[in-house]
């Protein structure tokens, strides 16, 4: 079976970091572009940030740039989104999946609220 799962969302201060992690199985996660898109409350999704199959090219929206990291473990079949300085428009739920959009995990909450 074919999964996607995020883990490490949470509420936190402005300012606070977080780490997000999203364990991929059922398929060869090695072989695929992934990328994080957030859905904030009310709103459409935003892609965040992406990661090409082998880890060596990263990619952000302007809104994160500079604040957030997105690496993989392909030994580990693990994705990963460091984020620091979180603002309070950062709140959203968080979904990690392929760059295609054709594989998109259940998503974890983040909140960020003083």
């Known amino acids: 079976e074919v999964q996607l799962v995020e883990s490490g969302g949470g509420l936190v201060q402005p300012g606070g970091s977080l780490r997000l992690s999203c364990a991929a199985s059922?398929?060869?996660?090695?072989?695929?572009?992934m990328s994080w898109v957030r859905q904030a409350p009310g709103k459409g999704p935003e892609w965040v940030s992406g990661?090409?199959?082998?880890?060596?090219?990263?990619y952000y929206a302007d809104s994160v740039k500079g604040r957030f990291t997105i690496s993989r473990d392909n030994a580990k079949n693990k994705l990963y989104l460091q984020m620091h300085s979180l603002k309070l428009e950062d709140t959203a739920v968080y979904y990690c999946?392929?760059?295609?959009?054709?594989?998109r995990g259940q998503g974890t909450q983040v909140t960020v609220s003083s």
């Open positions: 999946g392929t760059e295609t959009g054709e594989l």
């Open positions: 059922g398929f060869t996660f090695g072989n695929f572009d």
């Open positions: 990661i090409n199959s082998g880890g060596s090219s990263t």
